[in-house]
């Protein structure tokens, strides 16, 4: 979806990067290394990215880290169509259907971090029917192409985890109310 409007491959990993996890961060030969591109080059997106205002960066000590600017007016229409390019929308909504007393379902490791390495890794929280789980996940699959991890915890578990889940790149993609309220998707 992305490739239709926007023709440079690394802007559109670039924005990828940034906008489906705003809160990360990360600077040039990072970037650079995880995109196999020279520093030249991502610099040079960069240097547009920043004049658009799409991004802002801060000096770490000697390394500059850049983060998307969750101030600017498409901010949130940009992070929505990362999501839709990446099926994270469709993810969603397929895992709200039917999968039972789903808790919260977190975004873990790469895609959590930004990264679109087509294995997409989830924890889901609560009671979940693993055979609905499974033939959603099947769906999904087709329709985003992309494989889908998933590890479901009771609350208990979860909590155990946490520790283990600590140093890795996580990303809240939903959570239930407290209420009685069925679920219902969060907004972007």
């Given at each position: 979806m992305l490739?239709?409007?926007?023709?440079s491959?690394?802007?559109?990993s670039?924005?990828?990067?940034?906008?489906?996890?705003?809160?990360?961060?990360?600077?040039l030969?990072?970037?650079?290394?995880?995109l196999?591109?020279?520093t030249?080059?991502?610099r040079?997106?960069?240097?547009?990215?920043?004049?658009?205002?799409?991004l802002?960066?801060r000096?770490?000590g000697?390394?500059?880290v850049?983060?998307?600017?969750?101030?600017?007016p498409?901010?949130?229409?940009?992070?929505?169509?990362?999501k839709?390019s990446?099926?994270m929308?469709?993810?969603?909504e397929?895992?709200?259907?039917?999968?039972?007393?789903?808790r919260?379902?977190?975004?873990?490791?790469?895609?959590a971090?930004?990264r679109?390495?087509?294995?997409?890794?989830?924890?889901?929280?609560g009671?979940?029917?693993?055979?609905?789980l499974?033939?959603?996940?099947?769906?999904?699959?087709?329709?985003?192409?992309?494989?889908i991890?998933?590890?479901v915890?009771?609350r208990?578990?979860?909590e155990d985890?946490?520790p283990?889940?600590?140093?890795?790149?996580?990303l809240?993609?939903?959570k239930r109310?407290?209420?009685?309220?069925?679920?219902s998707?969060p907004?972007?």
């Amino acid at each position: 979806m992305l490739e239709d409007v926007i023709t440079s491959k690394m802007r559109i990993s670039l924005l990828t990067r940034f906008f489906l996890n705003p809160q990360a961060g990360s600077y040039l030969r990072e970037l650079a290394g995880e995109l196999g591109k020279s520093t030249h080059g991502v610099r040079e997106e960069l240097r547009h990215m920043l004049e658009a205002r799409l991004l802002t960066s801060r000096r770490e000590g000697r390394r500059i880290v850049y983060r998307a600017n969750e101030d600017h007016p498409l901010f949130p229409e940009l992070r929505s169509m990362v999501k839709k390019s990446l099926g994270m929308d469709r993810i969603v909504e397929s895992v709200l259907e039917r999968l039972g007393d789903l808790r919260e379902a977190w975004l873990l490791d790469d895609y959590a971090r930004g990264r679109d390495t087509g294995i997409v890794d989830l924890v889901l929280v609560g009671d979940v029917n693993s055979r609905h789980l499974a033939d959603l996940s099947r769906k999904t699959e087709r329709y985003i192409g992309r494989k889908i991890r998933s590890l479901v915890l009771s609350r208990e578990e979860f909590e155990d985890m946490g520790p283990r889940l600590e140093g890795r790149p996580r990303l809240l993609l939903w959570k239930r109310d407290d209420g009685d309220s069925p679920p219902s998707a969060p907004r972007s």
